[in-house]
């Protein structure tokens, strides 16, 4: 059975920090590409950050420069390093893995940026 499980989640303030991590078991995690994303209230789910295997990054515009992903190929975990949190950045956060047939979606884990 493949799971993957989001932790990490919470209420900030602005300019604060969280970070994400994304457990993965019943997959061969380190052939997975994986992806975080992000659905705000009202609106369409949105890539926030990729990695492939080789962990090559690649990010949204919106996070460039704040948000830093990674993997940990021996704790089968990817990491979602959240840094000056903008109030725009509130959203149910969710972990994905992918290859070219077939994916997988986490359950989501909020976040919450407001003073």
């Known amino acids: 059975q493949v799971q993957l499980v989001e932790s990490g989640g919470g209420l900030v303030q602005p300019g604060g920090s969280l970070r994400l991590s994304c457990a993965v078991s019943g997959i061969t995690f380190s052939s997975y590409h994986m992806g975080w994303y992000r659905q705000a209230p009202g609106k369409e789910r949105e890539l926030v950050a990729t990695i492939t295997p080789t962990s090559t990054t690649k990010y949204a515009d919106s996070v460039k420069g704040r948000f830093t992903i990674s993997r940990d190929n021996t704790r089968n975990t990817m990491y979602l390093q959240m840094n000056s949190l903008k109030p725009e950045d509130t959203a149910v956060y969710y972990c994905?893995?992918?290859?070219?047939?077939?994916?997988?979606w986490g359950q989501g884990t909020q976040v919450t940026v407001s003073s």
């Open positions: 994905r893995a992918y290859r070219l047939f077939g994916e997988y």
